[in-house]
């Protein structure tokens, strides 16, 4: 049974960081990508980032370009989200994804094939 699981989220101030965790495990990842989305209150579930398992090629969307990074750790089949200079804006629910597609890196929710449950942020300004 596929899992991802999410950890790391919380409350934190304007301009504070947070290091979300998703914890992979039900098969083999190695092939995959593995990608952010957030989803605020009223609002559509949008793209954060994403990283190829294999390789370590990025993907950012542009509001988090150089605010946040991506990362994993093979040995732990965990991927991380570095998250700095938090905004209130970045307040949602973050969820992350694995992608069976390994030539895209996509930014479409719909090429997605796994999820996890969430894990909320909350930043206060």
């Known amino acids: 049974q596929v899992q991802l699981v999410e950890s790391g989220g919380g409350l934190v101030q304007a301009g504070g960081s947070l290091n979300l965790s998703c914890a992979a495990s039900?098969?083999?990842?190695?092939?995959?990508?593995m990608g952010w989305f957030r989803q605020a209150p009223e609002k559509e579930r949008e793209f954060v980032a994403a990283?190829?398992?294999?390789?370590?090629?990025?993907n950012y969307a542009d509001f988090v370009k150089g605010r946040f990074t991506v990362s994993r750790d093979n040995a732990e089949n965990t991927v991380y989200l570095q998250m700095n200079s938090l905004k209130a804006e970045d307040t949602a629910v973050y969820y992350c994804a694995a992608s069976r597609q390994p030539f895209l890196i996509s930014r479409s929710s719909g090429t997605y094939d796994y999820w996890g449950q969430g894990t909320q942020v909350t930043v206060s300004s």
């Open positions: 039900g098969r083999t990842f190695s092939r995959d990508v």
């Open positions: 990283i190829r398992w294999s390789g370590g090629n990025t």
